[in-house]
């Protein structure tokens, strides 16, 4: 990945320097600085906004699964609803059956994934792009309706209850508690992802993304680095729906639609591909979405005409917005702030010179 | 950027402290006013506002007007669950309402559960804790029922069958409408009905030809549908265009009275516990007056299950008396004696063991080919509930 | 008898609504995701035009199919013709967008309960007896007869029409079509309209037939695997896909489990994907390309 400088000072004497996340003084206070004002949230804020930033927490990583998936490696997949959806039920099913404990349930949840990963990744070694997408729609509806059945056969027919996980003997219900294990569930997984890029895998996926065949020709084992995209990213995205189920403390069918695959792929068109603060960006618009929409409505028109409509709202506008985005700015929310970057970097010139200073 | 700012606009809306309704009783309701199911809640949500409204403008509860709040979920958990911290923790609620699918039931129940308010189910599908022994939080005014419908139902059919039944049933692919047909499909045989089909119909099913070809193939004489209104009519309506000459019975919807003109079947039972418009009673012509005034948009016969949950609302809170606080008034609901005047078979009645009513009343309605009209087939029938 | 009846009734359904698939692909290479919405949204435009025209049901039918044809024109002149030079996945991932802008837009206008256009036309739907003991609906009849006009047409349009000609160069070879003098972006814009008014027509039918709400927009989705299963630029194809996948689903409800029926087009197609991906009557290279 590359990095560029944004001040002079900083000579890269190692390769140790040159791959650090932090290169610069100000990105390291300004993580710190993000780190300290996200801790402090959930003292100051109404329980809410803690739930709110909990659901942003929540999708991010699954946000940034799918970006490392779709966005990296360049495979493309409709079928994250259905990801989540079996990390939920596995977590539900185990919780049921067997009254499995957390550090049981989790593990086995990223276990289905990795498995639903190599079985629904194996397309990809023959079909790409369309075709791809198309089989993973598959798997939303498979998934649906294993789910179903294990519903209605156990007769938890309006969904399955999961009790609170209780860490050091305690249970976690406090939203307060669960804002911080969220969070740290997301650095962890920000961390894992950034990561993976900067290793070797990040470099063989955007091999392949740009063009198979060379890859292919450079040594890059394209099956296997294609398969372990779709097994991480759908290993991650599980233990997303599994802290889901924990976190709502509930599991059912009916919560996880192809709307839901629709969304995902919405944050990370929005926030911009191949970007994982990208990803972030287009997780936290999404979910904080619908509650705009609904205060912009309050504000304009009056209660009671518009709580009929309001969903219907939401749908049209969400579906505008992708629309704008996929139009105008391809490059998402990530291209916007890359583009005023620029100008306030450039100006007073508009372009970067030809050549030269370049990199 | 954008969404940073609009992050930042929705925090400090939602940092500010509420005002405090001082002089009035609060309570929410969370419920699919919007999305796909919404065409059974919302006409109850809003029946239940302009009850709140008329109650208000009369004066309120001794002087004390009740303030309701509405938050739509479109039927999502995750939703529903974030209308349920917000009603509870900055609205500080006395009753939670809700008004959704059963998949949100469990999340909303454990945060109502962590405030110590109780929970009515209005409009919402009776889950089994308001049955006896009944969760201390948890009520219930919805008219269908599972368990209970089916043995109504099937009572039914087996006092008007004139010949031996053989009955084939039709659900929706969802867990409760299945859950009720599996049921219905145990007590048939103990009934001397002989089983011979049940159709389990996913939702977007263009045709529903195959699985009626099944029922009628099957040999069924009586055809028995609990389920969303869109499956029992279409399932109907493809037994028909099979020539299927049989008797079809299903619950009645609150589409089901505007639906039984529409199809003029002779032969189509809607069995209910909600009183139809056509009876013309006093509370009917209350209802469809103040629902001309207030200018509802829905037809004036879906209101009745929002108009009953205003009443026990009122009941409730009237017996609470004031101040009020969720402990009273969970106490007062477990007491709770409610007349329906004509719209359910009897009062509702609540006893610190039962949610739900101490007795479940069912009418049957057919249409009247000859008179062109809806005919009632079987008055108030009770079942005791246990 | 009255399963193959019931079989030819859903493959017909299938094939009319895969034809607007293979349409689209076939001549830009787009896959329109939407399409579902956009025949749910003309089965709600007809509606409209049942109240504008009551009274006259040829009329109003005739007013939202044209209509239809309109919407289809515009959604490519003003929402896809932007994307021209973008990768094919930017276009997919819009019209899967203009899918979810349409359902809301559908609830905002008529509200999200079943709508039976049927009644303000004053048009009641009788089913007749055919020999061997079946029965079939009237509009299930029409639908059938409807498709097949459908494909006759358009096999005839496409091999023997001038602006067929046109539109199968343009698939074949957009840059050589262009430097030929073919206007390409009429021809795609032709395209849009057409596979939108076959979508109209498969919309309207079962909306007269057994009413409108919004699972319509779920079964145009499933009409998708029958397209794929037979290649997405192959019309022949999409007509063998279609028989192939309502055999199965309807066979499968009668014989095994109902609630397969919703699965097993996406099961199919999977298996499809793996073993051939290009469809059985596909043309091979069209992989390569994407």
């Not at chain 1, 990095?3 to 993580?31: I, K, Q, W």
Request: net charge positive; glycine share 8%; with cysteine.
């Amino acid at each position: 990945m590359s990095r560029r400088p944004r001040a002079s000072g900083y000579f890269r004497t190692d390769y140790g320097e040159d791959l650090t996340l932090l290169p610069t003084r100000l990105a390291r206070f300004a993580v710190l600085g993000a780190l300290v004002i996200l801790l402090a949230l959930p003292l100051l804020a109404s329980p809410f906004l803690i739930d709110l930033a909990a659901q942003v927490f929540l999708a991010v990583i699954g946000a940034l699964a799918l970006m490392l998936l779709t966005g990296y490696a360049g495979q493309v997949s409709l079928g994250h609803a259905g990801l989540l959806a079996a990390g939920a039920f596995t977590v539900g099913i185990l919780f049921k059956e067997l009254k499995a404990p957390v550090f049981v349930t989790l593990p086995a949840a990223a276990a289905v994934g990795a498995l639903l990963g190599v079985v629904f990744g194996l397309p990809s070694l023959r079909v790409r792009g369309l075709y791809l997408a198309v089989s993973t729609l598959a798997l939303n509806f498979l998934v649906a309706y294993l789910g179903g059945e294990y519903e209605t056969r156990r007769g938890f027919s309006t969904g399955i209850v999961v009790d609170p996980p209780s860490l050091a003997g305690k249970a976690v219900t406090d939203a307060r508690a669960w804002y911080v294990i969220l969070l740290a569930a997301a650095v962890a997984t920000l961390l894992l992802c950034a990561n993976l890029l900067r290793a070797r895998s990040g470099r063989a996926w955007a091999a392949i993304r740009a063009n198979e065949t060379v890859a292919q020709t450079l040594g890059i084992g394209v099956a296997s680095y294609k398969l372990l995209a779709f097994v991480i990213s759908s290993a991650l995205t599980a233990v997303a729906g599994g802290l889901f189920a924990y976190y709502r403390g509930f599991v059912s069918v009916e919560a996880f639609s192809l709307f839901l695959s629709i969304q995902y792929v919405a944050m990370i068109i929005i926030g911009g591909m191949g970007s994982l603060a990208g990803a972030i960006l287009g997780a936290l618009f999404v979910t904080l979405f619908p509650y705009a929409i609904e205060a912009s409505l309050a504000a304009l028109v009056s209660p009671t005409a518009y709580a009929g409509l309001l969903f219907a709202v939401n749908a049209a506008a969400f579906g505008a917005v992708m629309i704008l985005f996929l139009l105008l700015e391809p490059q998402g929310l990530i291209g916007l702030w890359r583009r005023l970057q620029s100008y306030f970097l450039l100006w007073p010139f508009r372009h970067r010179p030809v050549g030269g200073a370049r990199r | 950027m954008f969404p940073r700012l609009q992050g930042a606009a929705i925090a400090a809306l939602l940092l500010a402290a509420p005002a405090a309704a001082e002089d009035a009783y609060t309570i929410g309701l969370t419920g699919a006013l919007t999305g796909p199911p919404a065409s059974t809640y919302a006409p109850a949500a809003d029946a239940l506002r302009l009850y709140i409204d008329r109650l208000n403008a009369a004066g309120g509860i001794a002087g004390k007007k009740i303030n309701l709040i509405l938050q739509d979920d479109a039927a999502e958990p995750g939703k529903a669950t974030a209308n349920a911290k917000k009603l509870l923790t900055q609205d500080n609620v006395l009753m939670l309402l809700n008004a959704s699918l059963s998949s949100t039931f469990a999340p909303v129940v454990a945060e109502a559960k962590r405030a110590g308010v109780p929970v009515l189910f209005a409009s919402s599908v009776c889950p089994k804790e308001v049955y006896p022994p009944a969760d201390p939080l948890q009520f219930c005014t919805t008219a269908f029922a599972s368990t209970y419908d089916s043995r109504a139902t099937l009572a039914f059919i087996k006092d008007t069958a004139k010949q031996p039944v053989k009955i084939g049933f039709s659900a929706m692919a969802i867990p409760l409408s299945r859950a009720e047909m599996d049921f219905a499909e145990q007590q048939a045989p103990a009934l001397g009905m002989t089983v011979v089909d049940k159709e389990v119909i996913p939702p977007p099913t263009p045709d529903y030809t195959p699985f009626a070809t099944k029922l009628k193939d099957a040999g069924a004489n009586w055809v028995f549908s609990w389920a969303p209104w869109v499956t029992q009519v279409r399932t109907l309506e493809a037994l028909r265009r099979l020539d299927w000459k049989g008797d079809y019975i299903a619950w009645a919807h609150i589409e089901a009275e505007g639906e039984l003109a529409r199809l003029r079947d002779g032969a189509f039972y809607v069995v209910g516990a909600n009183a139809l418009f056509q009876e013309q009673l006093p509370i009917h012509k209350e209802i469809a007056e103040a629902a001309k005034s207030a200018k509802v948009t829905y037809p004036v016969e879906q209101l009745t299950e929002g108009w009953i949950a205003g009443m026990v609302v009122e009941a409730a809170l009237k017996a609470t008396g004031w101040p009020a606080t969720p402990e009273k008034l969970a106490a007062a609901m477990s007491t709770l004696k409610v007349d329906t005047k004509g719209l359910r078979g009897g009062p509702i009645e609540w006893t610190k063991d039962n949610h739900f009513r101490t007795r479940q009343y069912y009418r049957v309605y057919r249409w009247d080919s000859g008179k062109s009209a809806i005919q009632l087939v079987k008055d108030w029938t009770a079942f005791d509930v246990k | 008898m009255q399963l193959a009846v019931n079989m030819l009734v859903l493959t017909a359904i299938y094939a009319l609504i895969a034809c607007g698939y293979v349409l689209i692909y076939r001549v830009s290479r787009v896959l329109n995701l939407a399409h579902g919405e956009l025949l749910m949204l003309s089965a709600y435009l007809l509606l409209w035009t049942a109240s504008l025209f009551a009274g006259h049901p040829v009329l109003a039918i005739a007013a939202a199919l044209g209509l239809s044809l309109l919407v289809g024109a515009m959604v490519y002149l003003f929402l896809l013709r932007k994307l021209t030079g973008e990768m094919a996945l930017a276009a997919v991932l819009t019209t899967v967008a203009l899918g979810v802008l349409l359902r809301g837009v559908t609830v905002i206008v008529w509200s999200a309960q079943q709508q039976y256009p049927a009644v303000p036309l004053g048009l009641s739907n009788w089913a007749f007896a055919l020999p061997g003991g079946a029965r079939i609906s009237l509009w299930a009849a029409l639908l059938v007869a409807t498709t097949l006009a459908v494909y006759a047409s358009l096999f005839a349009f496409l091999r023997l029409g001038r602006w067929g000609m046109r539109m199968r160069a343009a698939g074949q070879n957009p840059l050589l079509a262009a430097q030929r003098g073919i206007n390409l972006h009429a021809i795609y814009a032709l395209a849009w309209s057409l596979s939108t008014f076959t979508g109209a027509l498969a919309g309207v039918l079962m909306a007269l037939d057994s009413g409108l709400g919004q699972t319509m927009a779920i079964v145009g989705l499933k009409a998708f695997p029958a397209a794929l299963v037979g290649g997405l630029d192959s019309l022949a194809g999409a007509l063998l896909g279609s028989l192939i996948v309502a055999s199965a689903e309807v066979t499968l409800i009668h014989y095994v489990d109902p609630l397969l029926s919703e699965v097993i087009p996406f099961l199919v197609l999977i298996v499809v994907l793996m073993l051939r991906p290009w469809g059985l009557l596909g043309t091979r290279e069209e992989l390569d390309r994407v």
